[in-house]
């Protein structure tokens, strides 16, 4: 097999490899946007592709999936069809909410003319992601796709080890190669700072700030609201996600659940109402359009307002919803990377000012493997070849692994 490089061999973000094999067929891995620097775009190879596979649904991964031609075939785990077309009808930008994917499920083996695709499900910061097993002409190829090893599905890993064993290649995410220890790592660990954090100012109003998607995460800061006897407040769009991975077998918060409700009325949140209305019959969501503005699920602005403090509000904008409600103050968590507080990502510099006039902490857990944990997994794999991918230093590799194949763009396995 021949693997091609078009974009992530040295950068976090714009992932998009290519595989062909002896036989003709041509597969795309990824379709990503992206994170920052220069725009990606899709390449000219992908329109000759038999396939394209998407490991999950964060954007740099499948953020240009609705450039491909529409005779190709865009495949991906149920979990993650789901959440792309969700994203997309609240945030047009993603541009996945009308491709029809084709669905698999881990550890189903998918065959593209001489090529078998095995997607295996890893532990990420978004439910349903996946590595791949690529086989072809006697030769194995294993790309992880981003993951981790401390999360709540610990064991996917070790089935993915064991199930993926000494590849002619492993393709494998570097976002923290670089080693930047982080104090917390799993999510037990993000329950308790946000419960500590909540217990701190426990006359405040909380916020909390992090991805819709990143359901693990909803359900730590759920899990210490209910430690803080505090009532969770989400928006329709994160009320959604929950609905769905409810309705896909996971137990995660749910709006009708005690200590939960939505932020579904007045005008700060009505363009998340315009979305739920262009979009909840092609997602399947009449009884949550039904449900979402009822008395008991629905909460509005003033009912908080009465008693602020018995509320953790994941909802935006911070700001506006302060000043509605009249809180000169507000306990803050912020719970995503550090890095989007940076002015590159955040140009109108809100974080920086919540923080100057707000208790404002910082409590995450990484999606992505740290660096002890990935020379473990990376030791247990054992392969042949080493190629490091969704990093922004893939040379620091080879300070461990002299082997290591970083800076080619096509490599034959
Ligand atoms: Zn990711
Ligand atoms: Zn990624």
């Keep these: 097999m021949k693997i091609i490089i078009h974009r992530g061999g040295s950068e976090i973000g714009a992932s998009c490899l290519e595989i062909q094999s ?8 990824e379709a ?65 909410g009308q491709i029809p994917f084709s669905v698999f499920k881990s550890g189903e083996k998918i065959r593209v003319k001489d090529i078998l695709i095995t997607p295996f499900a890893t532990d990420h910061s978004v439910p349903g992601s996946c590595a791949f097993a690529i086989e072809s002409g006697g030769k194995k190829i294993l790309y992880t796709g981003d993951f981790r090893s401390s999360g709540r599905k610990k064991n996917a890993l070790k089935f993915l080890v064991k199930n993926a064993k000494n590849p002619d290649a492993l393709i494998v995410e570097g976002t923290r190669i670089e080693g930047n220890g982080s104090a917390i790592e799993t999510e037990f660990e993000v329950e308790e700072k946000i419960a500590e954090a909540l217990s ?18 909803i359900v730590s800061i759920f899990k210490a609201c209910k430690r803080a006897r505090r009532v969770f407040v989400c928006d329709i769009y994160t009320a959604l996600v929950l609905l769905q991975m409810g309705s896909l077998g996971a137990r995660v918060p749910q709006m009708t659940w005690r200590g939960v409700r939505v932020l579904s009325k007045g005008e700060i949140f009505a363009s998340q109402r315009r979305a739920l209305e262009a979009s909840f019959e092609t997602l399947g969501a009449s009884d949550f359009r039904k449900n979402v503005y009822s008395r008991g699920i629905s909460i509005s602005l003033e009912e908080i307002a009465a008693c602020p403090n018995k509320y953790l509000i994941k909802a935006n904008p ?23 507080m940076d002015e590159k990502f955040d140009k109108k510099r809100r974080y920086a000012a919540l923080s100057s006039r707000n208790p404002f902490w910082k409590i995450h857990a ?20 080493l190629i490091p991918f969704h990093t922004n230093a893939p040379e620091k590799f080879r300070e461990k692994y002299p082997d290591a194949i970083v800076g080619e763009k096509i490599i034959n396995v």
């Excluded at 701190?200 to 991805?211: G, I, R």
């Design 22 to 29: 002896g036989g003709g067929a041509r597969i795309m891995v």
């Design 32 to 96: 990503g946007s992206e994170l920052e620097g220069e725009k990606a775009r899709l390449p000219q190879s992908a329109d000759f592709a038999d396939a394209v596979f998407i490991s999950h649904a964060h954007p740099d991964h499948f953020g240009l999936a609705c450039g491909v031609r529409k005779n190709i075939p865009i495949y991906c785990g149920e979990i993650t069809a789901k959440i792309i077309k969700t994203a997309s009808a609240f945030n047009p930008k993603f541009g996945g």
């Design 200 to 217: 701190a100012y426990e006359n405040l109003p909380a916020f909390a700030v992090c991805s819709g998607i990143n359901v693990d995460r």
């Design 318 to 340: 911070i700001e506006a919803i302060m000043q509605k409600c009249g809180m000169p103050q507000a306990n803050i968590i912020y719970s995503m990377w550090e890095g989007y």
């Design 366 to 385: 990484s999606g992505h493997i740290a660096q002890n944990g990935l020379f473990d997994f990376i030791g247990a794999v054992s392969p042949k070849k």
